[in-house]
């Protein structure tokens, strides 16, 4: 089962223009990470934040994490057409810490 | 690149058969999980392998099953396919020994069941 719900499912923009993904999750968790996948392909690890950190960046990336309404966002600032992919949330939890994906978020950057 | 390989790109089998999927996983981790992902889905979970045993499994039954080798290589086997297993079939590896459990991918095995 999917743990985390990102919103919105689609997003178009135009270059230049920044893009929000959300993500909800249901369960207490270790720590929360972002993926981009391009075309049904393999999968790249973008940024981890602890469930004790706020805030973090990497890059023109910016993650938020509010454990207390269990959420985190990413924010893309300034598009380009080349961050055109798939974003997923994916919690890590539990003693094995055991990776589990939200269905994503289809972003698209028009040129 | 991840450096994690992963083995065929493509596979199409027929309602019945039995297939194997392999995964060479990154230097120096000892911990390889595999995900199935349907069209337009998050990655679901099958299982996770450390140190060559199964260390935890999602929802999936046990016609699906796994090695992972001395050299943290890995396979993931399905037997009696059904159509509803055609999915991309990725494996990540990791070193469990580091706190943040961060997953490199392999660019995945498309699989299409007929």
């Known amino acids: 089962s999917q743990q985390g719900e990102e919103d919105p499912q689609a997003l178009s923009i135009q270059e230049g223009e920044n893009a929000t993904m959300n993500c909800s999750y249901k369960?207490?968790?270790?720590?929360l990470q972002w993926y981009r996948q391009n075309s049904g392909r393999g999968l790249v690890h973008l940024i981890l934040i602890r469930s004790n950190e706020r805030e973090k960046h990497s890059g023109r990336l910016r993650v938020t994490l509010d454990t207390s309404k269990k959420s985190s966002s990413l924010l893309i600032t300034a598009s380009r057409a080349a961050d055109t992919a798939s974003y997923f949330c994916a919690t890590v939890a539990g003693g094995y810490q055991k990776v589990t994906f939200g269905i994503g978020t289809k972003l698209q950057v028009i040129p | 690149e991840t450096g994690v390989t992963q083995s065929p790109t493509h596979l199409i089998k027929t309602r019945g058969q039995q297939v194997t999927l392999r995964c060479s996983s990154q230097s120096g981790h000892n911990t390889v999980s595999w995900y199935q992902q349907a069209l337009g889905q998050g990655p679901q979970f099958i299982f996770q392998y450390y140190r060559e045993e199964e260390n935890g499994r999602g929802n999936f039954p046990p016609r699906f099953s796994g090695l992972q080798f001395p050299n943290y290589s890995s396979e993931l086997n399905v037997n009696a396919l059904e159509l509803d297993d055609s999915a991309l079939y990725l494996c990540?590896?990791?070193?469990?020994?580091?706190?943040?459990?961060?997953?490199?991918f392999g660019p995945g095995t498309r699989l299409t069941v007929t």
């Open positions: 990540a590896s990791s070193s469990r020994d580091r706190a943040s459990y961060e997953q490199y």
């Open positions: 369960t207490s968790i270790n720590n």
